[in-house]
Nanobody, 124 residues
Framework: QVQLVESGGGSVQAGGSLRLSCAVF????????MGWFRQAPGKEREGVAT???????TYADSVKGRFTISQDNAKNTLYLRMNSLKPEDTAMYYC??????????????????WGQGTQVTVSS
């Protein structure tokens, strides 16, 4: 059973930075996709970034050049470095896991394992 535990959210002013972490437990597979999603109040959950086990990444257009997804295999941890944060980045952020490949456009329905979420609030 795969388990995900996020940390690192918080409140920052616009232009600031945060790093989210997601500890992943319970998997030993060599092919998997991990990702970050976010959900703002009244909006659907949207994909932010994904990373395949072999290292390839995808990003939503809204975060390209500002966010960086990475993984530390030795620590079984997924990261999301967020720079130049904007008020519109305010949301609950979730990490997610699926076996197999990452799709070009990540969708909530494609991921079977989720963390509990961590809140990111960006003030103007």
């Amino acid at each position: 059973q795969v388990q995900l535990v996020e940390s690192g959210g918080g409140s920052v002013q616009a232009g600031g930075s945060l790093r989210l972490s997601c500890a992943v437990f319970g998997y030993t597979y060599s092919s998997y996709c991990m990702g970050w999603f976010r959900q703002a109040p009244g909006k659907e959950r949207e994909g932010v970034a994904t990373i395949y086990s072999h290292g390839s990444t995808t990003y939503a257009d809204s975060v390209k050049g500002r966010f960086t997804i990475s993984q530390d295999n030795a620590k079984n941890t997924l990261y999301l470095r967020m720079n130049s944060l904007k008020p519109e980045d305010t949301a609950m952020y979730y990490c997610a896991f699926r076996f197999g490949y990452c799709y070009t456009v990540p969708a909530e329905r494609d991921f079977g394992y989720w963390g509990q979420g961590t809140q990111v609030t960006v003030s103007s």
